[in-house]
């Protein structure tokens, strides 16, 4: 049995010493970010991603310890546990291994195998199996007659069958080759069920379908069990050209299963043969399917749930606009177009509503209503969401700008999640005063000008960048992407006197109570100055400074560095860097040639100190790309307007396994199948388009009645 630290050692292909280094750091309380920015010498520069599975996968190790000693403890008392049983528990690497030795003696209920030991059968179906007496019903008779009088011959048979066949699929090591036999040589097959064809007619595609099981990708698994869920599918697996016991599985202990006295062989008695062959179709089978089936569920989840997590993090990633005034415009028909103004900071300076569509058609009024806001305001953008009435809004804006020569521009945003955004408590806390439909309006402004600062409110399962979302685990989804938006909040960095508390309660160490105190501080107090400052906030100790320190930033506060990704823990170190030279640490910052002569051959091995360098010539960096919009088409309106051969500008909304989604301001995505992205092969689209990218595509087919757009990427 390898201890954790050794197992992790060797699948992560590190030393031993950096093996308890991070174990050691996690037992310490340290966070993920904190440990992959701050402490890279202890994990050999360890980036966050591996770090998470370092974490999941020893969380996963130390599960299983505990139960393999749960199990032991509860075997201690078992008279019909072996020696052999013991080892094979002591050495199991999986808990599904773990639990197949253990469930033999884990009985929920009495099973028909039970009561034939009960009624004293076990020797007769030794005896039967190693062939050393017939299973004619006059062989059987006589045994009974000597042994078991109460038991009818017709009972004894049956009960020894129920015995051969619980012992062969109650086989640990036949449960686990049969797993594996049916993953890497099953075959899936889907058939709709009788009556349902018209009910499901989406799944229409998987009617009569059938594929190998480890051919098949995520997405279309998720579709096979969506259907099967709806009651619409039945799946089953079988192995490729063969229907009875395969050969595979059998094991020179097989003879052992019934504890005979036999030398180990693999010859197979015709008797041996059909029963196996029952067993198989009886009560194997059916487990390894359930099990199989469960696995690729598991499997599939996985891949739909780090896609989902993919997107989000290209999305929070996005390029901010920046501090610009802008009026945020969220359309409507009926209802209106609500207006929101906001300043550099994210201050609502005005809102209100105009109705320039149908029915109420007040273009004169919208139109006036607009100008006075662009003009009151100073606006240097107007971002529109874009749903319902997007483009005959966009229209307006672009006409009205044009006409009177405004030197302000317009663009798209995403509102994927605003409406949920605005009828949260977050918003109501932030504007108790405002229209629900004008927090709207804000949002889209606020997420113009930080895409991260402003979607960090809203619950990323809304954002609406995934793919069958509703039929993955919720908690493995919102683990999943609560860790996408840490990482992507603590990788950019926080302005601790403009963050709101939920984008504060992502930030290291801190919860959503420090993230409250912080604000509630900032209201009672005034501007924060410096880091160092953070430790007389309540709630906030020594352990919490060292974890959220170096993510906050504070500009033109009392320290310079404290703007910068460098910790406090190394301000000692960039002063004597400075000193070294004879410069102010504020001399030293961002003087690109005073830093290239710090870069000593010697030191270039040290993490931290090369971390140093680069914050020091760029302090506060934002790593995120540099702010493009898409210009959509002002005669492409809607899908009618759509047509082949056309080349138009657009915006990845999703990416999955088998393509990316464009949106083209006709309120349906086109689709740039994995085929269409690039004139060679692509395994994976996100080598080559990510969520927010703006893209130029040429249409391939439209097909108004499935509303559905074929598209070619263009010079990616």
Known sequence: MNSTSSILTQEFSISQKITQNIIQLFDEGATIPFIARYRKENTGGMSDMILRSFYDRWQYLTELEKRRNSILLLLENEPNVSSAIIQKIRHASAKTELEDLYAPFKKVRKTKADEAREQGLQPLAALIWSGQRSDSLSAIQAWCKQHTPAVSAESALEGVAEILYDTIASDSEVLKKGRSELLKDGILTSRVLRGKKEQGEKFRDYFDYHERVNKVPAHRLLALFRGKKESILKLNISLSGESVFPNALLFPHFNQWLDINAAPSQRITPVQRRYLDLAWENKLLPKLETDVLAQLKDRAEEGAIQVFADNLQDLLMAAPAGAHRVLGVDPGFRNGVKLAVIDEQGNVLDYGVIYPHGPQNRVKEAQDKLLALIRQHSIHWVA?????????????????????NLTCRSAVVSEAGASVYSA??????????????????????????????????????????????????????????????????????????????????????????????????????????????LLKIKGIGDKCFEQCAGFLRIRDGKEALDQSGVHPESYLLVRQMAAQLSLTVNQLVGNAAALQTLSQPGQQNDFTYADILVELAKPGRDPRPEFRYATFDQHVQTLEDVHEGMNLEGVVTNVAAFGAFVDLGVHQDGLIHISQLANRFVKDPRELVRVGQVVTVTVLEVDVQRKRIALKANGL
């Open 424 to 533: 949260s408590p977050i918003a109501i806390n932030e504007f108790p005063d405002l229209d629900v439909t004008i927090r709207g309006a804000v949002s889209i402004a606020r997420r113009f000008q930080d895409p991260l600062a402003e979607l960090v409110k809203i619950d990323p399962q809304a954002i609406g960048v995934g793919q069958y979302q509703h039929d993955v685990k919720a908690s493995q989804l919102s683990k999943s992407l609560t860790n996408v938006v840490e990482d992507c909040v603590n990788r950019v960095g926080v302005d601790i006197n403009l963050a709101s508390v939920p984008l504060l309660s992502y930030v290291s160490g801190l919860t959503q109570r420090l993230a409250q105190s912080i604000v509630e501080y900032r209201q009672q107090k005034g501007r924060i100055e410096s880091r160092a400052e």
């Open 384 to 404: 529109i969401g874009n749903g319902t009435a997007s483009r005959e809004t966009e229209s307006l804006v672009n006409a009205l700008i044009k006409d009177e």
